[in-house]
């Protein structure tokens, strides 16, 4: 059997050109899952983020029932896991753009949530002079103070199935999207 150069050369050729199109083919399906599994990771920590400041508003929604005295009750404040969720979605903005709107929307009511929590605080102070008590047991019998902590509690509901419903997008889009 006799080989003649072009062949040969044709032949080594193709076995190249075959290399370089698998390499630059395993490459780009690398790249494809290393892309996924940063996106899995990311959103995985975001959910988990969002499920840790769920259980923080739920906390803050029964602290005035915790407390003893007025004076003693702080209010809605922004937890620790909503301020690292807030840095990571502010990093990856382009990343998570798919969810973006739900977070601006999140975080519109989370901010009108501390300023009414502020409302509700100076109004509890003013009912506690008005009732002179101090008691938050003894306050909530009021029926104005129980319309108050029941608004609030009402507000927290209502930011927390909007948490639950970017928690819900978000898994489908992984189930969809990366799976």
Request: charged share 30%.
């Amino acid at each position: 059997m006799e080989l003649n150069l072009s062949e040969i050369v044709n032949t080594l050729l193709g076995v190249s050109a075959g290399g370089i199109i698998s390499i630059v083919t395993s490459n780009l399906v690398n790249k494809k899952n290393l892309k996924n599994q940063f996106m899995f990771d990311l959103l995985s920590e975001t959910k988990l983020l969002l499920s840790e400041w769920t259980n923080d508003l739920l906390n803050n929604g029964v602290e005035f029932c915790e407390c003893e005295y007025v004076k003693q009750y702080k209010g809605y404040k922004l937890s620790n896991s909503a301020r690292i969720l807030i840095q990571k979605i502010e990093t990856n903005k382009y990343i998570l753009s798919n969810f973006n709107d739900e977070f601006i929307e999140i975080r519109s009511r989370d901010i009108r949530l501390q300023m009414k929590n502020d409302e509700y605080k100076k109004e509890i102070l003013k009912l506690s002079k008005k009732y002179n008590t101090e008691n938050t047991l003894e306050l909530l019998e009021y029926e104005d103070v129980a319309k108050i902590i029941n608004n609030y509690a009402e507000d927290i509901m209502a930011l927390i199935k909007k948490i639950e419903t970017l928690i819900t997008k978000i898994d489908n889009y992984i189930y969809k999207k990366i799976l």
